[in-house]
């Protein structure tokens, strides 16, 4: 019986499955999170059936939640204007991906929390979440 293949675009998402439940904590790692805004890009440069568009969106956004959840010094963030690729969807936001890692980069070598979401992303259009 044929069953479904296990990794999507390149990630095994069964042996994601198995890190997930074993994964309670990040302890004080930085993490940021950065989630897409328009969910009518879903990485293949097609739109999403209408039918499957909210429900995905919730699904998704609970996980990233609950990803960011991970860490206490973690910030989860919409990137309003982009799609799936969020530095070069149309619409793009390569500037929150650049201030999240040099944010995460600072935080890590100065064993430092990381600033609040509004500070860190003013004027980015971004929606900050956590």
């Given at each position: ?5 296990p990794?999507?675009s ?13 994964v ?8 940021i ?21 909210h ?11 609950e990803?960011?959840?991970?860490s ?10 982009s ?9 793009g936001?390569?500037?929150v ?18 600033p ?7 004027n980015?259009?971004v929606?900050c979440?956590?």
């Amino acid at each position: 019986r044929p069953t479904a293949n296990p990794v999507d675009s390149g990630v095994n998402v069964l042996a994601g499955e198995d890190l997930d439940a074993k994964v309670e904590s990040l302890g004080d790692t930085p993490l940021i999170v950065i989630t897409r805004g328009r969910l009518d890009e879903n990485g293949s440069g097609k739109p999403y059936p209408a039918p499957i568009r909210h429900p995905d969106a919730q699904l998704w956004l609970t996980m990233q939640d609950e990803l960011a959840a991970l860490s206490p010094n973690s910030i989860h963030v919409i990137a309003l204007r982009s799609g799936h690729f969020i530095p070069i969807s149309s619409g793009g936001q390569p500037d929150v991906v650049i201030a999240a890692v040099l944010a995460v980069i600072h935080a890590a070598r100065t064993h430092t929390h990381l600033p609040p979401c509004a500070r860190l992303f003013h004027n980015s259009g971004v929606q900050c979440r956590k």
